[in-house]
């Protein structure tokens, strides 16, 4: 800091040295005196000629009076007589006196006589003083006016000799002028102006960080001092001072810059941390945000549009959970660096968290460049990432919203771009979706069913069909699957299928799966029940419900509750959620086994088959998928596989349930085949729970063809 001074110091030296003599102090005040000299000899001189100026004009009146006096009786004779000659005589006298440039005598006549005139000189335009004065006669009655004399005199003279004046006045006050202000400038230099140049010398060399020398000037010394020895001493004293001072200043100011070093180090990384995702280096939500108002301001102040792309990883969380955070964590890192070589130069890329990324586009031509964008982007993510030496795949979806037709600020546009990328996922993962005014009709439905699903349970919106399942040979009911239905203000009826999926992304599963479960227990046990015949009730059960650990416990009330025994109960679980080998899972079903609860293997065929979790828990039931049971008529591809499941299970000592039966050749071909059980419209519809009862008891159907959304 001390030696930035110092250079701005000597630069400002540098120049001061350099500057031109005509800018000293001794030049500003010889100037002032020849300003001031030159102002009081011109006012001076203005007040003279003045002066003079009157007494020329007055001259000229003195002789106009003169001329009155002693010209104007001869010239009224001469006049009454006609004598020409004596007129013209009498005016080529006032014509000699000085300034007069024209003398006219004209006569005054009353009758139709041209009068006598008689001129001599010229009239003049300009600066003429003029003067006319009556010529009479003596009558009996009076003088009588028988003419006029007109006089002019011009003002050329008397401007001539004013201007002669005022040269002479100016020229020897100039030359005084000039004399004088020589020797007051040579007299202020010899005294001021050196002793001031050799001080400025002696500041410009100075180098506080050096012990000074002594500042002497180049004059006798005086007995008593004067200002200069003042400020000589005051410049001494000053010097040793700043010296003093330097020293101290530099041990303060390596203090101080080693202070200032660790703040902005300490202010770069808040920056840092408060901008940027500590684990990518990539721009966070707060930097995000302003980035997104910049664009938008751009956009609409060059009216251009802006783009941006919310991307998700997708099976990030399969990567996360199976093979640690730090695994997740370079996974991460690589996407990073893949969405930096897929956007241009100038894009925001940032991550908001989680597998969430954000790609802003400002300015851009046409909704191509961000198609451009979304398919690098996708393309990036189709090869697998290298990961503790394995190859794991995780693409990309990409929601994409444009400003302004998407949105009129930062937060619309961001949640536009999340509709369009939950699209995106739907439609199938590995994609783009530009966000259409479609998707979000599906989003305020979805919301609107979101909104409508909480608490139902408790308005008592949900009521179970139950569906039998009959044995294949004799007919006889052996159990019924409850089917949970949501009824509607309208009295419609909404399958699951339609809203199971958003109950269990919106934590509700548990929920309506305790009350079907509770329900079902209950009417099984009060209603279902006639002597001599007691079938099982099937609940499906969500893959959710059996990560909870507090499942078993429910199913456990329920039981208790109802008076239900447990091997009447049968659970339904897909092929998908054993295979998830998940520990949580496999404490439920073996605890749920403990229990006496019998398990059914739901949809088989369908998901990753494996003979291992068939022996791994104690199944009870095995059924096969309707879409096998379809194409069993027409394929025989389909129906050697629907045998192949048929010994499978029998091998096993499984029991199996065929779903979907719904003609006769169905029937009769699983029958031949030996399965056990039959499921379908061929036996019968869901119905509500009088109905079933009905049906168990007389083995009579009201209404099998109910009206039910979906069906």
């Known amino acids: 800091m001390v030696e930035g001074a110092e250079q701005v110091a000597a630069a400002q030296g540098d120049r001061t040295s350099s500057t031109p003599l005509r800018a000293g102090i001794a030049m ?70 000085p300034d007069i440039r024209m003398a006219e005598v004209r006569e005054i006549v009353a009758g139709g006589r041209k009068p006598l005139v008689v001129t001599l000189g010229q009239p003049q335009v300009q600066s003429v003083l003029a003067a006319e004065m009556p010529l009479t006669r003596m009558t009996m009655n009076g003088p009588q006016v028988i003419g006029v004399l007109r006089v002019e005199a011009t003002l050329t003279g008397v401007y001539g000799r004013l201007l002669e004046t005022a040269e002479v006045i100016l020229v020897s006050q100039a030359i005084k002028t000039f004399l004088v202000s020589a020797f007051i400038l040579f007299i202020f230099h010899r005294l001021v102006t050196r002793h ?21 000037l180049d004059r006798p010394k005086r007995e008593h001092p004067d200002e200069l020895d003042q400020l000589v001493r005051s410049i001494n004293d000053m010097s040793g001072d700043l010296y003093a001072a330097n020293r101290e200043l530099a041990g303060a100011n390596e203090a101080l810059e080693r202070d200032i070093a660790l703040r902005q180090t300490f202010e770069e990384q808040l920056y840092r941390q408060a901008h940027y995702d500590e684990l990518t280096g990539l721009a966070n939500r707060l930097l995000t945000r302003d980035r997104l108002e910049q664009a938008i301001a751009n956009s609409r102040r060059n009216r251009v549009p802006s783009a941006l792309l919310f991307i998700d990883l997708d099976h ?10 730090e ?52 393309r990036a993510f189709s090869s697998p990432f290298s990961i503790n030496g394995h190859d794991h795949f995780a693409t990309a979806s990409i929601g994409i919203a444009l400003y302004p037709t998407d949105g009129a600020d930062g937060p619309e546009l961001m949640r536009n771009a999340d509709l369009a990328l939950y699209r995106a996922k739907e439609q199938g993962r590995s994609r783009y979706e530009f966000y259409t005014a479609e998707i979000n009709e599906r989003v305020q439905r979805r919301l609107s069913l979101e909104n409508r699903l909480r608490g139902a349970a408790q308005r008592g919106e949900f009521l179970l069909h139950y569906q039998p399942v009959v044995a294949t040979d004799t007919g006889t009911p052996v159990a019924f699957e409850a089917l949970l239905r949501w009824r509607q203000p309208d009295g419609s009826l909404i399958l699951p299928g339609q809203f199971i999926a958003v109950a269990e992304e919106i934590g509700l599963i548990g929920e309506i799966g305790d009350w079907v479960i509770d329900t079902a227990a209950r009417e099984a046990a009060s ?24 499942f ?27 295979m998830d ?28 088959s494996s003979l291992s979790y068939l022996l791994r828990y104690p199944f009870h039931t095995l059924k096969i998928d309707r879409s096998f ?36 050749e169905q029937c009769q071909f699983l029958k031949a085949n030996g399965c056990d059980l039959l499921q379908g419209y061929l036996v019968g519809r869901p119905v509500p729970i009088e109905e079933a009862a009905a049906f168990l008891r007389g083995r009579q159907w009201s209404d099998p063809e109910l009206a039910l959304i979906g069906s």
């Open 28 to 97: 500003r005040v010889l100037a002032s005196i020849v300003l001031f000299s030159s102002l009081v000899t011109l006012v001076s001189t203005l007040v003279q000629l003045y002066f003079d100026f009157r007494r020329e004009v007055e001259g000229i009146h003195a002789r106009f009076r003169d001329i009155e006096l002693s010209t104007v009786p001869s010239l009224g004779g001469s006049l009454w007589q006609f004598d020409s000659d004596q007129l013209y005589l009498v005016l080529d006298g006032i014509m000699r006196l």
């Open 196 to 216: 001031l140049m050799a001080m400025a010398d002696y500041l410009r060399q100075h180098d506080v960080r050096a012990a000074p020398p002594l500042l002497t």
């Open 316 to 325: 990030f969380k399969n990567v996360n959970d199976t093979l640690g955070h």
């Open 327 to 378: 695994a997740g964590d370079a996974l991460l890192c690589e996407a990073a660096q893949r969405l930096r070589s897929s956007i241009r130069q100038g894009d925001t890329l940032a991550r908001m968290g989680g597998d969430e990324f954000l790609v802003i586009l400002p300015c851009i031509a046409s909704n191509v460049a961000a198609r451009e964008v979304a398919e690098r982007v996708v």
């Open 527 to 550: 209603i279902l029940t006639v002597p001599g015949c007691a079938p099982r009730i099937a609940v499906n059960v969500s893959p959710r419900q059996l990560r909870v650990p507090c």
């Open 552 to 578: 078993r416990e429910a199913v456990t009330r329920a039981l208790a509750a109802s008076g239900l025994p447990p091997e009447r109960l049968e659970l339904e679980i897909t092929e998908g959620v054993i």
């Open 581 to 608: 080998e998940a520990p949580e899972i496999a404490n439920t079903l073996s605890a749920l086994c403990g229990l006496g609860v019998r398990l059914s293997i739901d949809d088989f065929g369908t998901g990753y």
């Open 629 to 664: 049971i379809v194409d069993a008529g027409s394929s025989e591809a389909a129906a050697r596989l629907v045998e192949t499941i048929i010994l499978l299970a029998r091998g096993l000592k499984l029991e199996t349930i065929a779903e979907g039966v719904e003609t006769e």
